[in-house]
């Protein structure tokens, strides 16, 4: 992974915050994309990825795990560092944190369940089935226990994680992340309602296409992801207050997740730290990878 330089703005004035160009002059159109499409922003990365000429990585491979094919890639040394994407996007979400987490950690960047370049299962997605496959991936490479940074979908799956397996993660941050459907603004939930593989547009067939063990399964693997959008998670209170892992809960002050929800899930897990971003939109890592890749180190160091 290499870094990408940022070409975006900040939202104004009254209009719906936008998510940042980070890619090309040529590809600024794929950087406008509205509603839960915020969640495929990836796309900006990976155009300024090629733009630059940035060679796929050596660092990927690949391990079967509970049915599937699963690639994840390994930077850096020390202690183990896990980065979760977004949903319909990939590892490459995080090419402005990798090299900087990379410094200190052993990080390992999945690509989640029918997303990425890792193959999909039988049955419906869902956010602990992912959660599922990332604790049978720490299985595999002997990790006992790890910390996790996880964007939008990651930061759920990390919410699961830390629920079900509370010996196996120390520190966890969510950047965007939701425990119930209805915690999206009102907007959100209702493009969600009725969206289907086709009104994620179509740049974000092209990169699935591009990255998919199976290019023909888009549709199906899309189409999964937003049923799951609409029916979870389904956090409870008492399962946050279950949380033993330190925890820093994140969001842009202009996120898709409303700011009341990241507040109550803040409130909700024993000493969590709230960090809302000001400025930023869902998608604060690439906006302001500095101040991101900063405050998570200092977190992580605690």
Not at 2 to 19: A, D, Q
Not at 223 to 236: D, G, Y
């Amino acid at each position: 992974m290499c870094p990408v330089e940022s070409g975006g703005g900040k939202p104004s004035g009254p209009e719906p915050p936008r998510v940042p160009c980070t890619a090309s002059p040529s590809s600024v159109e794929c950087c406008a994309v509205r509603h839960l499409r915020f969640l495929a922003s990836a796309l900006a990365v990976l155009g300024g990825l090629l733009a630059a000429g940035c060679a796929p990585s050596d660092a990927g491979r690949y391990l079967g795990v509970r049915g599937i094919r699963l690639y994840y890639e390994v930077h850096g040394h020390g202690p183990t560092l896990l980065l979760l994407h977004g949903g319909t996007g990939d590892g490459t979400q995080f090419a402005r944190q990798v090299p900087a987490f990379a410094q200190r950690f052993r990080v390992i960047v999945p690509d989640l369940r029918a997303q990425g370049r890792t193959t999909d299962g039988p049955g419906p997605l869902t956010y602990h089935i992912m959660a599922e496959d990332v604790v049978a991936l720490m299985d595999r490479l002997r990790i006992r226990s790890a910390d996790v940074v996880g964007w939008s979908d990651g930061g759920i799956v990390g919410l699961d994680i830390a629920i079900h397996h509370p010996s196996r993660l120390k520190h966890l941050v969510t950047f965007g992340a939701n425990f119930q459907p209805d915690g999206l603004m009102p907007d959100e939930v209702a493009w969600g309602s009725t969206a289907s593989a086709q009104s994620l547009g179509p740049a974000v067939r092209l990169e699935y296409q591009r990255l998919a063990p199976d290019p023909g399964h888009y549709e199906v693997a899309m189409n999964k992801i937003l049923a799951m959008w609409r029916a979870e998670p389904r956090f409870t209170l008492a399962e946050l207050h279950s949380i033993r892992a330190r925890t820093l809960v994140a969001a842009g002050e202009h996120d898709l997740v409303r700011r009341d929800h990241t507040e109550a899930l803040a409130h909700a897990i024993p000493g969590a730290q709230l960090w809302i971003v000001p400025g930023a939109t869902h998608s604060v890592i690439h906006e302001e990878p500095d101040l991101v890749n900063e405050r998570v180190l200092e977190f992580l160091g605690r």
